[in-house]
């Protein structure tokens, strides 16, 4: 199983970055798609979540900020992240949850940095 993300980078604060994550060796349309979010030395912390059929689930802090879409026929999964503060400065990381027996899989984290 692999989760392939990507997209993240340097910008500028009130600015937008998309992140993407493909997913292989996975049978994408069985799991939810989650992003993730870690700083050094604390907790990974929920971004947003998508199910399947669409269903969407948002941590308060991006709330109107950050749209999570997947693509089933790509077996990929977006973040959209408009706004951007420099509090969002993390790296991000893609997750798959089973929607049966909740086995979950990582990606790599890609490094998402907004300066002032």
């Known amino acids: 199983v692999q989760l392939q993300a990507s997209g993240g980078g340097l910008v500028q604060a009130g600015g937008s970055l998309r992140l993407s994550c493909e997913a292989s060796g996975i049978i994408f349309n069985l799991y939810v798609m989650g992003w993730y979010r870690q700083a050094p030395g604390k907790q990974r912390e929920f971004v947003a979540a998508v199910r399947s059929g669409g269903d969407t689930k948002y941590a308060d802090s991006v709330k109107g900020r950050f749209t999570i879409s997947r693509e089933n026929a790509r077996n990929t999964v977006y973040l959209q992240m408009n706004s951007l503060k420099p509090e969002d400065t993390y790296v991000y990381y893609c997750?798959?949850?089973?929607?049966?027996?909740?086995?979950?899989?990582w990606g790599r984290g890609t490094l998402v940095t907004v300066s002032s």
């Open positions: 997750n798959a949850v089973h929607v049966l027996t909740g086995r979950d899989f």
